[in-house]
């Protein structure tokens, strides 16, 4: 069974720099491209990070994502209260035949 | 400017079968690229894929609900509409629909919350 595993959660001081990891396989991360999406509270998601590290125009340079093998990384620098929320990664699965999503990360800014 | 709006019903009795429908705009369902997916997050829990259609109605389904999920587009109306047969209160969610490209999801709506019970 497919799987892309995070951390349960991650949490931060405002100004600090955190990750939040994400684990899967050779069916997904290991030969497709990690999106990052946050969510957070009473809102849509929203993407953050496509094709591994690219941001969409609007999101900060504060967000950055990395991929070695079938790992991913998602940066914060700078953390704001405002950053609170659930992160997750994706990436297409082809075992699943579509976009498979990792657990979720709950993000804490102390 | 893309946008997208889920509506259905917010309560659905065990057995039934559900219907959601995402309304869109800013672009065609037909649009060559574009895809429309559902997602969904029960109450505490993670975002979870559905289905997925693209322009030209080729259909993905994730396979673990694949034999209740249909999903079609009305391109006249340009609008994605997911059914679900037989629900049972486990799926209780937010169901969200998405504008999809080679990029991801990168339009979501605001989501609905249907509750089976």
């Known amino acids: 069974q497919s799987v892309v595993t995070q951390p349960p959660s991650v949490s931060g001081t405002p100004g600090q720099r955190v990750t939040i990891s994400c684990s899967g396989g050779s069916s997904n991360i290991g030969r497709k491209s990690v999106n990052w999406y946050q969510h957070l509270p009473g809102t849509a998601p929203k993407l953050l990070i496509y094709n591994n590290d690219q941001r969409p125009s609007g999101v900060p340079d504060r967000f950055s994502g990395s991929k070695i093998g079938t790992s991913a990384s998602l940066a914060i620098s700078g953390l704001q209260s405002e950053d609170e929320g659930d992160y997750y990664c994706?990436?297409?699965?082809?075992?699943?035949?579509?976009?498979?999503f990792g657990g979720g990360t709950k993000l804490t800014v102390l | 400017q893309i946008t997208l709006k889920e509506s259905g019903p917010t309560l659905v009795k065990p057995t039934q079968t559900l219907t959601l429908t995402c309304i869109v705009s800013?672009?065609?369902?037909?649009?060559?690229?574009?895809?429309v997916g559902w997602i969904r997050q029960p109450p505490g829990k993670a975002l979870e894929w559905l289905a997925l259609i693209y322009w030209d109605a080729d259909k993905r389904y994730n396979p673990s609900l694949e034999n209740r999920l249909t999903i079609t587009h009305d391109t006249p109306k340009n609008q994605v509409v997911l059914t679900m047969a037989d629900v049972d209160p486990v799926d209780t969610a937010t169901y969200y629909c998405?504008?999809?490209?080679?990029?991801?999801?990168?339009?979501w709506g605001q989501g609905t919350l249907v509750t089976v019970s």
């Open positions: 800013g672009f065609s369902v037909n649009t060559p690229g574009v895809g």
């Open positions: 998405a504008h999809r490209d080679w990029r991801g999801f990168d339009y």
């Open positions: 994706a990436s297409w699965d082809d075992s699943l035949n579509g976009p498979l």
